[in-house]
């Protein structure tokens, strides 16, 4: 009889990346994520979401050729309006405008290397 692994959790994402250094003053600094390891002679590191880490890693240094995800990792905020307000004067340019589908809001943007993200807030409670 073969049994199912039991999966409890996500552990980390890979985000890859072209321009390291960008991407790290990104996460760092203009997200404010705490960044908890560097990988050193690779050019690799992981920031804290609060419930997932975001290994950010140059394709490159893996033999990886970069091509930036379009399947957005939706960061959890409190209020949507107010965290878009606070990068855009940082120079973050938002792709389109804050969608509300009747259960969250959503801001989509991008990162440096065109990797997608969103700022994602679930005001209704899901159903069970």
Request: glycine share 8%.
């Amino acid at each position: 009889m073969t049994t199912q692994p039991a999966v409890t959790g996500v552990d980390f994402i890979t985000v890859f990346v072209e321009d390291y250094d960008a991407a790290t003053e990104f996460y760092g600094s203009v997200l404010g994520l705490p960044c908890t390891a560097q990988y050193g002679r690779r050019h690799g590191c992981e920031f804290e979401t609060g419930n997932l880490t975001l290994q950010v890693m140059e394709a490159a240094a893996i033999g990886r050729e970069f091509e930036p995800s379009t399947h957005p990792i939706a960061l959890h905020v409190d209020d949507v309006a107010a965290a878009r307000e606070a990068l855009e004067p940082r120079g973050v340019t938002f792709l389109g405008d804050t969608i509300d589908s009747g259960v969250c809001h959503m801001a989509i943007f991008a990162d440096p290397d065109g990797n997608t993200l969103m700022f994602h807030n679930r005001y209704a409670p899901k159903r069970d």
